[in-house]
């Protein structure tokens, strides 16, 4: 008895998902009786399994700000398509530290915008409090009047 798949298994195995990848993952999504396809593009974190039929990949994107991680089975037929839109080599088989390393370069901008944004706001006000008040000609007015 053939069993019938709804998923192109051959197509799957067949792709070259490796971690470095950032890739386009469309998910099937039911909502109210209808299905809809949403994209999540990020970076291949991992792969697992190799092609064996629990083989999973996980995908990490950040998202306003908040680091966003989803594990996908790569033969799931909630899973439409997937495609690759950018290949970079790396020197791991997982990604992981990538969490950490983003974590660690948001602060140093934290902290950089925090240092740049204390020294700018004095700057500006000391101009414009000098340029909005002139010394001299309210002084020679002064003068002037006396004599």
């Known amino acids: 008895m053939a069993v019938h798949s709804l998923v192109d298994v051959n197509a799957r195995k067949n792709l070259d998902l490796r971690p470095g990848d950032t890739v386009r993952v469309y998910q099937k999504i039911e909502e109210k009786g209808k299905t809809r396809l949403q994209a999540f593009e990020g970076l291949v974190l991992a792969r697992k399994h190799g092609v064996e039929a629990g083989a999973t990949f996980t995908?990490?994107?950040?998202?306003?700000?908040?680091?966003?991680e989803k594990v996908f089975p790569l033969y799931s037929p909630m899973i439409d398509k997937i495609e690759i839109t950018k290949r970079t080599r790396v020197r791991r088989a997982k990604l992981y530290y990538i969490r950490e390393k983003v974590a660690r370069e948001a602060r140093r901008q934290l902290r950089r915008t925090r240092m740049m944004g204390a020294a700018v706001p004095e700057e500006t006000v000391s101009d414009t409090v000098e340029e909005s008040t002139p010394a001299e000609p309210v002084a020679v007015g002064k003068e002037e009047k006396a004599e």
């Open 59 to 68: 995908v990490r994107r950040v998202s306003s700000g908040v680091g966003v």
